[in-house]
């Protein structure tokens, strides 16, 4: 079992580019988190996806920034005209319907907007 | 008021020293507690859940929970120079973890 799959590790975008991370799940989760840890802060909650399905995005900025997870391939988080700002550690969770257990996560793609 | 408070620290430590972390919340909807523990620059990894009041232990790891008070602890004995990390507090509410801002922990030999 791979865990949660994130790529790429480090991404280094210009301002004013598309960032595309792309996060597989756990073999048998069919729930995708994504949050966006900023230096020194904690872990901040952008967007909940099921398949096909966009659950709770409360976390995610109106404008620039999308999720999706298809039926087949891995979840998205898309980021258009990026800004220095955008610079953080971007980390996909994922867990199994009971997620009273808790999420399992990968190890991040850290976005550098230069 | 924040939903969640965590001491940043640092909090230095020797190595076998018991080490006491702890987060206060405020929503009462919250219904299962975590701890996470990561390393500089990997992902967090689960180290204990609960979601009674009440203490849960799981080798040298002790988490404790008291509803009542809106207050959780997570406790390390025999603390190791490899448990140096930032340890996150985490509540699940509403289908989504909620985390404190993390406090770092150094454990020196």
């Not at chain 2, 190595?15 to 990997?42: D, H, P």
Request: proline share 6%; net charge positive; aromatic share 12%.
């Amino acid at each position: 079992n791979a865990g949660v799959m994130q790529n790429p590790r480090h991404l280094v975008r210009r301002r004013g580019q598309e960032a595309r991370l792309r996060c597989s799940p756990m073999k048998g989760h069919s729930h995708v988190y994504w949050y966006r840890q900023l230096p020194e802060e904690g872990l901040k909650f952008m967007v909940y996806l099921q398949k096909e399905n966009i659950i709770d995005e409360s976390g995610m900025p109106k404008e620039r920034f999308s999720a999706e997870f298809p039926k087949e391939g891995p979840s998205i988080l898309r980021i258009q005209q990026v800004v220095r700002g955008d610079s953080a550690a971007y980390f996909c969770a994922s867990s199994t319907p009971e997620v009273n257990y808790g999420y399992t996560f990968g190890s991040g793609t850290r976005l550098t907007v230069v | 008021q924040k939903e969640v408070e965590q001491d940043p620290g640092p909090l230095s430590v020797p190595e076998g020293a018991i080490v006491s972390l702890n987060c206060t919340y405020s929503n009462s909807a919250f219904q299962y507690f975590m701890w996470y523990r990561q390393y500089s620059r990997k992902g967090p990894e689960l180290l204990m859940y609960t979601y009674s009041s009440g203490n849960k232990e799981d080798g040298r790891f002790t988490a404790q929970v008291d509803k009542s008070s809106k207050y959780i602890s997570l406790f390390i004995r025999d603390s190791q120079p490899s448990d140096s990390a930032t340890y996150l507090c985490a509540f699940l509410g509403f289908q989504k973890l909620v985390f404190g801002t993390g406090t770092r922990l150094l454990v020196s030999p």
